[in-house]
């Protein structure tokens, strides 16, 4: 099936470090997302991408939207210790962010104050 | 404004034991999912309704699993005769059918003895 590639699996930052992270499929999607999540709790969503090409802000975070519709990335600039967490990269291969989504791993974001 | 809200939280259970979870999505969300999350992995689609029909069933859902929105609100998930291998987080996930991101409640924690 249809999977979705994070690596690595843990990054370890210090506070104000920028950070990237890459989500790449063999598979092309129409809609991409970015979630994350902390431990005991469900994935609260940062920031949707529909369009190829297409580069979003939500705050301390940046996310593009690759042109061959296989990959994403994900910034998060200046970090803080309270982006520490599990980060998901999530595809719709369908019609819109409303249809199945397939996740990646995930990531483990740890920190350093 | 409340988000997704999903009972139990945690739902530990002997194994052949039937159990069932409960999803109530935002309010006014067509669409709702539900996903598996096990440990160190990204959640895994499991079936989505629109209002009361249910569109979508992946092959990870057997036979003993049954999902339900009888009024196009809240939504059940049912697993007869529980095995170890259905240890997992269940998450529950509503959004608009327009072309709008899924947002997540924070799941139920079933634990197999």
């Known amino acids: 099936g249809q999977q979705l590639n994070q690596s690595p699996q843990s990054m370890f930052i210090q506070e104000g470090e920028d950070v990237s992270m890459n989500c790449t499929s063999s598979s092309i999607f129409n809609t991409w997302l970015w979630y994350k999540q902390d431990p005991g709790e469900g994935p609260v969503l940062l920031i949707a991408l529909y369009k190829a090409g297409e580069l979003t802000s939500n705050g301390r975070l940046t996310a593009q939207f690759g042109i061959t519709r296989k990959d994403s990335f994900l910034n998060i600039s200046a970090s803080i210790p309270s982006d520490v967490g599990i980060y998901f990269c999530?595809?719709?291969?369908?019609?819109?962010?409303?249809?199945?989504?397939?996740f990646g791993k995930g990531i483990t974001l740890s920190v350093r104050p | 404004d409340t988000g997704v809200s999903q009972n139990p939280r945690h739902k530990i259970t002997k194994r052949g034991q039937n159990v069932t979870f409960r999803c109530d999505p935002i309010s006014e969300h067509n669409r709702l999912y539900w996903y598996r999350q096990t440990l160190g992995q990204g959640p895994e689609f499991l079936t989505y309704f629109q209002n009361e029909a249910q569109l979508e069933k992946s092959r990870l859902l057997s036979d003993r699993f049954s999902a339900e929105r009888p009024k196009g609100s809240f939504s059940t998930l049912e697993i007869q005769r529980t095995e170890q291998g259905d240890s997992a987080m269940y998450l529950c996930?509503?959004?608009?059918?327009?072309?709008?991101?899924?947002?997540f409640g924070d799941g139920t924690r079933l634990s197999i003895l």
């Open positions: 999530a595809g719709a291969a369908s019609t819109g962010a409303n249809s199945k989504l397939t």
């Open positions: 996930a509503s959004s608009q059918i327009s072309n709008q991101p899924q947002h």
